[in-house]
């Protein structure tokens, strides 16, 4: 492979892949500690309410609201998992009749458009992240505003995810048919 050719991983993209494929295995594993956690804490909540509730005829009260800041994180960990494995929501039925350069034409083009959709939502979403700091849970003294962030961790690494691949297709020259997360090794 001659020292300058990019194709599948070689020459000049080599570093910059293997950047990506750190940034990618950064994203998975942090959105996979997000969901355990998550769903660790309200498994744990309500575990512990409803003994308490049995054995004591009264449970806790912050048990349930809770989940009002913990569920956004779970969809958030979910979405930045998601979006690294390629194994969110697609219809390719139409894409995958088309010859190989432009079904990469479309893969970068959908993903340039993820990338910017997923920046504008976390510019718009600045207002209301903003005032849900006064936004604060009845029974516990917590902002809602702990909910709301995951807002920008979810599309923050959806932008990251698309911007990545719209670089890797057009680096690697890799078939866009191929639905698995774009191959950089």
């Known amino acids: 492979m001659p020292a300058g050719d990019t194709k599948k991983g070689g020459g000049v993209g080599r570093p910059l892949f ?3 494929k750190l940034v990618d295995r ?7 500690a997000i969901i355990v956690g998550t769903l660790a804490a309200t498994f744990f909540a309500l575990l512990v309410n409803v003994f308490l509730r049995y054995i004591m005829g ?3 009260a912050w048990a349930y609201e809770i989940h009002s800041i913990l569920f956004p994180w779970l969809v958030a960990g979910g979405i930045a998992v998601a979006s690294v494995r390629a194994h969110h929501i697609s219809v390719d039925v139409l894409v995958s009749v088309l010859p190989a350069p432009v079904r990469a034409a479309v893969a ?4 340039a458009l993820i990338c ?9 979403s600045q207002p209301i992240v903003n005032a849900s700091k006064f936004q604060r849970l009845s029974e516990i003294p917590v902002s809602q505003y702990w909910g709301y962030i995951s807002l920008y961790y979810a599309f923050t690494c ?4 698309a911007a990545m691949n719209v670089v890797r297709l057009i680096l690697s020259g890799q ?7 774009v191959s950089y090794s």
């Open 108 to 111: 970068i083009l959908v993903n």
């Open 58 to 60: 009264d449970g806790l």
């Open 116 to 124: 910017a959709i997923a920046v504008t939502v976390v510019y718009t």
């Open 175 to 181: 078939d866009a048919a191929d639905n698995s997360p």
């Open 26 to 32: 950064v994203i998975e594993v942090s959105g996979q």
């Open 158 to 161: 959806m932008a990251l995810n």
């Open 18 to 20: 293997s950047l990506f």
